[in-house]
T-cell receptor, first 111, second 117 residues
Framework: GDSVTQMEGPVTLSEEAFLTINCTYT??????LFWYVQYPGEGLQLLLK?????DKGSNKGFEATYRKETTSFHLEKGSVQVSDSAVYFCALRDSSYKLIFGSGTRLLVRP | GAVVSQHPSWVICKSGTSVKIECRSL??????MFWYRQFPKQSLMLMATSNEGSKATYEQGVEKDKFLINHASLTLSTLTVTSAHPEDSSFYIC?????????????FGPGTRLTVT
């Protein structure tokens, strides 16, 4: 079945460092891809999405490009802030509207 | 502001008792809600799809008699964990969907942490 694999955390960075969180997927069709963020004590929030190959999703300085040839959707940010500390989930949505999540990557940004 | 609320946010119960968790859609009517379970340091696993006015659809391996779902109105779905056991201890998250097609959006509640002693 469809699945999502993302890098294990925690990822610890200093403020203003470059961030990459890897995400790859396996799907039989052409899924939409998502990054969700979960801040401490809060629910998951949609960070960005891409619905077809070569689309780039972006929000709050974060970017991810839907790469069909490598089945990847890596999350990047050029300069992280302490406020970006959270758990990040990569996910795909199949044709039935179900979301399939990766295991989550905890990001800790130190001042 | 919050789009989805859950109550309670944290509950401890004794083994053998039942616990009810509420999920409310605050901003719009939701014909479909989802219930997820999240183990520590693991992904969210879809448990069931809750449809207003009809029976829930459970994912493979989820016991429907143990995890009772009632979607009684367009803004409320409840998950009841019956005869809870310590292995049911987990983080339960609901979500609602709004829109359709390319404008589909899924909103998540803050979660309910269940501890069974």
């Amino acid at each position: 079945g469809d699945s999502v694999t993302q890098m294990e955390g925690p990822v610890t960075l200093s403020e203003e460092a470059f961030l990459t969180i890897n995400c790859t997927y396996t799907a039989t069709g052409y899924p939409s891809l998502f990054w969700y963020v979960q801040y401490p004590g809060e629910g998951l929030q949609l960070l960005l999405k891409a619905t077809k190959a070569d689309d780039k999703g972006s929000n709050k300085g974060f970017e991810a490009t839907y790469r069909k040839e490598t089945t990847s959707f890596h999350l990047e940010k050029g300069s992280v802030q302490v406020s970006d500390s959270a758990v990040y989930f990569c996910a795909l949505r199949d044709s039935s509207y179900k979301l399939i999540f990766g295991s989550g990557t905890r990001l800790l940004v130190r001042p | 502001g919050a789009v989805v609320s859950q109550h309670p946010s944290w509950v401890i119960c004794k083994s053998g008792t039942s616990v009810k968790i509420e999920c409310r859609s605050l901003d719009f009517q939701a014909t479909t809600m989802f219930w997820y379970r999240q183990f520590p340091k693991q992904s969210l696993m879809l448990m069931a799809t809750s449809n207003e006015g009809s029976k829930a659809t459970y994912e493979q391996g989820v016991e429907k008699d143990k995890f009772l779902i009632n979607h009684a109105s367009l803004t409320l779905s409840t998950l009841t964990v019956t005869s809870a056991h310590p292995e049911d201890s987990s983080f339960y998250i609901c979500s609602v969907i709004n829109g359709g097609g390319s404008s589909y959006e899924q909103y998540f509640g803050p979660g309910t942490r269940l501890t069974v002693t």
